[in-house]
């Protein structure tokens, strides 16, 4: 079985720009949960969908947005980039709705780099 | 709000020597425990995750967790450690009703030498 796939895997943008991640989960996952990723701030959680609805959001400005598609494929997009979106931004999937029945299955992250 | 603490960012152990990462949590309500790995360039793997039926937990690579409410702790060990474990661990509760949200501690570097 395939695991979750994110493209591309290094993205280089200019601040004021604006960006879209893109993550193919797992097969048969409606789950999809995106993090961010940096050195200074750790593993944040950025939101959730499950069928094509968002259920949960994290303490993120709303230039960070995101949707899931029927196929269960989702994107996130950040607009006006700063410098410090800098990141390794994580897609996971899983199969429900909850962590401790469903576990996490996290795809190698989208590695953006804002100049 | 629940929270995460993984004591000591960095640590160092030769091949063969036991592995010890400690995490302790803040949770109101019984939590949910999991702890996963991230080795250079890629995403995170789940070790394993504790859901309540059994305080001493094993995952996989030979490693297991336990947990201990009296102490809020769930400690990640391997008896004997391998070249290849060298990686960043990190330790994570999951968000009271916050479906598949992670609360995720800062992560410790274990760097294993010969």
């Known amino acids: 079985k395939a695991g979750v796939t994110q493209t591309p895997r290094y993205l280089i943008k200019t601040r004021g720009q604006q960006v879209t991640l893109s993550c193919s989960p797992i097969?048969?996952?409606?789950?999809v949960s995106w993090y961010q990723q940096t050195p200074g701030q750790g593993l944040q959680f950025l939101f959730e969908?499950?069928?094509?609805?968002?259920?949960n959001k994290g303490n993120f400005p709303g230039r960070f947005s995101g949707r899931q598609f029927s196929n269960s494929r989702s994107e996130m997009n950040v607009s006006t980039l700063e410098l410090g979106d800098s990141a390794l931004y994580l897609c996971?999937?899983?199969?429900?709705?909850?962590?401790?029945?469903?576990?996490?299955?996290f795809g190698n992250g989208t590695r953006l780099t804002v100049t | 709000a629940q929270s995460v603490t993984q004591l000591g960012s960095h640590v160092s152990v030769s091949e063969g020597a036991l592995v010890l990462l400690r995490c302790n949590y803040s949770?109101?309500?019984?939590?949910?425990l999991f702890w996963y790995v991230q080795y250079p360039n890629q995403g995170l793997q789940l070790l394993l995750k504790?859901?309540?039926?059994?305080?001493l937990v094993k995952g996989i690579n030979g490693f297991e967790a336990e947990f201990k409410k009296s102490e809020t702790s769930f400690h990640l060990t391997k008896p004997s450690a391998h070249m290849s474990d060298a990686a960043e661990y990190f330790c994570?509760?999951?968000?009271?009703?916050?479906?598949?949200?992670?609360?995720f501690g800062a992560g410790t570097r274990l760097a294993v030498h010969p």
């Open positions: 996971a999937s899983a199969t429900t709705g909850l962590a401790y029945n469903s576990p996490l299955h």
């Open positions: 097969s048969g996952h409606r789950s």
């Open positions: 969908y499950f069928s094509e609805t968002q259920r």
């Open positions: 949770s109101s309500v019984p939590p949910y």
């Open positions: 504790y859901t309540s039926a059994a305080t």
């Open positions: 994570a509760v999951s968000d009271i009703g916050g479906y598949n949200k992670l609360i």
